[in-house]
C-alpha cells in the first residue's frame, strides 16, 4: 500500500474521504489475482490471493473469467471501503449490471450492519453503485443468461471448509449423493487442515493477503469491525471452481443464518448477512448475469442450526478436528486462540446445540470443559435466548433454536444435576410460552432453499432424524 507521508504521520481521519474507488483488477497465468483499490487519491490499497492452479493459464482462459474476476474485485473491496465508509464509489474498471450491482449495494450497507452498528455510526453506509447495461465482453445478454433460480445437476462439486461443524455435514451430503467433489478454503488454519484430514478428500487451498498496512490504519484511527467475509470466500470459491471445471459451489449456510441480532436504522442487524437466504439469492442473480458458468447453493439451506448439530453429533471422525469458535480465525496473530476459547457466545451455542445428542463427557473431551456446569457461563447462555439484551451478533442460531435445545435437555437425565443448566431450566425456560421453541418444528427441514433436486434426498436422510 502507497500511503501518503502526512496519513502515516497523522492520525487517520476517516471523515476526511469523499470517494471509494475500485481503480484495477488483473489474474496472472500463474493464478495470482491481483486486486487495487483507493480511498481518493490519498490512500491506495492492494490484495493479493493466489488461486490454487498447477499450470500456466492461457489469456482465453483469462477473459473467460473475467466475470468472476469481476465480481470479487467489488465484493473484496468491503474490507478497505470501512476504514472511512465514504459516501460514494467510484468503479473505474466498468460500473456492474443491474443485478450486481443491487448485490454490492446490499453487501456495503446491510452487510456492515453490525460494523456501523458498534462504530456507533449515524447509519449504515448506503453508497450507490453506478449500474451498466448488460453489455460487454464478460457479460452475457440477458436472454442468454440462466435465471437465478435455475438449479444445476451440481456433478462436479466444490465446497468450501471452514473448520466448523457445518461444512462437515455439507460435504457428507454431497459424498453420499455420488457427486464428483472437492475441498476448499480460503487459508489452512488448523481447523481447516484437520477437517480436510478427517475427509480424505482432495483440497484446492487459496491464499488471500490483505493490504499489510490495513492494520497499521486500524490502529491508527481508521474505522474497523465485521465485514461480509462469506461472500468474499464465495466468490473465490466461484473463480476457483470455474478454473477446474467444477460445475457447482455448494456452501454450508444454514436456515438460521438468515436469522438476525436487533433492529436498527431501519434494517436487521445480521452478522451473518452474506451466509442468509436473501444475499445468496442476491449472488445467484449477479454470478447468473455476469456469465459466470457455475451455480452457487447452500446444500445445508433447508436445516436449523439444531439439525445440523444432531446430524454432525453422529459424525466421530470430525470431532476430533472441527473447532466453531471465532477466535480461532481472527486476522491478528496475537489474538488469535488455539482451539476453543469456552468463553464466547459462538462456543456456547455451539455446546448447546450439540448437548442434546451427546454425552456430557464427550462434549467436555472436546471443548475441554463443560459450560453447562459452570456458573460463570449462565448470562451468556441466557442472551443466546435474548433473555437480558439481543441475540449475540457472533454465528449462533435463532433464539427459537437455543429454547429447543433447552427443552430437549429438560428431559435428558444424562444431563441433569448440570448447574447452569439448571438454573436456564429455572430461570429461563419459564419465560417463554409452551409453545415457542418447540424442537419438532425447530427440527423440521423448511422448503425455503435453492437446493439442487437432485441432492434433496440426501439433505433430508442426513438432516432428518
Known amino acids: 500500500m502507497a500511503v501518503e507521508p502526512k496519513h502515516v504521520r497523522e492520525r487517520f481521519d476517516p471523515g476526511s474521504f469523499r470517494v471509494f474507488r475500485f481503480a484495477a483488477r488483473s489474474l496472472d497465468a500463474r493464478g495470482r489475482v491481483t486486486l487495487r483499490y483507493a480511498l481518493d487519491d490519498a490512500v491506495t490499497f492492494v490484495e493479493e490471493i493466489d488461486l490454487p492452479i498447477e499450470r500456466e493459464l492461457p489469456r482465453v482462459e483469462r477473459e473467460r473469467l473475467e466475470g468472476l474476476l469481476s465480481l470479487l474485485h467489488w465484493v473484496a473491496g468491503v474490507s478497505y471501503f470501512k476504514t472511512a465508509a465514504p459516501a460514494a464509489v467510484s468503479c473505474e474498471t466498468g460500473a456492474p449490471p443491474p443485478a450486481t450491482a443491487t448485490l454490492l449495494e446490499a453487501l456495503y450497507s446491510e452487510g456492515l450492519g453490525e460494523f456501523a452498528f458498534t462504530n456507533g455510526l449515524d ?31 451440481a456433478e462436479r462439486v466444490l465446497v468450501p471448509v471452514g473448520g466448523g461443524k457445518d461444512s462437515a455435514v455439507a460435504l457428507e451430503i454431497v459424498r453420499r449423493a455420488g457427486r464428483e467433489l472437492a475441498l476448499f478454503s480460503v487459508g489452512d488454519a488448523p481447523p ?22 490495513l492494520a497499521e490504519l486500524n490502529r491508527s484511527g481508521a474505522l474497523n469491525g465485521h465485514v461480509p467475509v462469506t ?60 456469465d459466470g458458468g457455475v451455480e452457487l447453493f447452500s446444500v445445508l439451506r433447508p436445516a436449523s442450526e439444531l ?7 453422529r459424525m466421530d471422525r470430525y470431532h476430533g478436528a472441527f473447532t466453531s469458535c471465532n477466535a480461532v480465525f481472527r486476522s491478528d496473530p496475537d489474538l488469535r486462540a488455539a482451539s476453543w476459547c469456552c468463553d464466547c457466545p459462538k462456543c456456547r451455542f455451539v455446546f448447546l446445540s450439540l448437548a442434546p445428542f451427546s454425552e456430557p463427557a464427550h462434549l467436555r473431551e472436546i471443548f475441554g470443559a463443560d459450560l453447562l456446569d ?8 441466557a442472551l443466546l435466548s435474548a433473555t437480558g439484551g439481543h441475540k449475540p451478533f457472533e454465528c449462533v442460531g435463532e433464539e427459537q433454536e437455543s429454547i429447543a435445545a433447552m427443552r430437549l435437555l429438560a428431559e435428558d437425565p444424562r444431563w441433569r ?34 437446493v439442487p433436486a437432485s441432492l434433496l434426498p440426501e439433505v433430508r436422510a442426513l438432516l432428518r432424524a
Not at 307 to 313: H, K
Not at 374 to 381: I, K, S
Open 374 to 381: 459452570d456458573d460463570r457461563q449462565f448470562e451468556g447462555f
Open 417 to 450: 444435576g448440570h448447574r447452569v443448566l439448571e438454573r436456564l431450566l429455572a430461570e429461563v425456560l419459564p419465560r417463554f410460552a409452551s409453545d415457542e421453541g418447540d424442537p419438532e418444528q425447530v427440527l423440521a427441514l423448511a422448503d425455503d432453499h435453492e
Open 192 to 213: 481447516i487442515a484437520r477437517t480436510v484430514a478427517a475427509a480424505g478428500l482432495p483440497h484446492l487451498l487459496a491464499r488471500r493477503r490483505l493490504d499489510p498496512a
Open 307 to 313: 439439525a445440523i448439530a444432531r446430524a454432525f453429533a
Open 123 to 153: 447509519g449504515l453506509p448506503r453508497p450507490r453503485f453506478p449500474r451498466e447495461e448488460l453489455a460487454g465482453a464478460h457479460v452475457t445478454a440477458a436472454s442468454d443468461a440462466p435465471a437465478a433460480g435455475a438449479r444445476t445437476s
Open 231 to 290: 461472500a468474499i470466500v464465495s466468490c473465490v470459491a466461484l473463480l476457483t471452481a470455474a478454473l477446474h471445471g467444477f460445475d457447482a459451489v455448494a456452501m454450508a449456510n444454514e436456515r438460521s443464518a438468515s436469522s438476525g441480532s436487533v433492529v436498527w436504522d431501519g434494517v436487521e442487524i445480521n452478522h451473518q448477512f452474506s451466509k442468509g437466504l436473501r444475499a445468496e439469492r442476491l449472488l445467484r442473480a449477479a454470478v447468473a448475469e455476469l
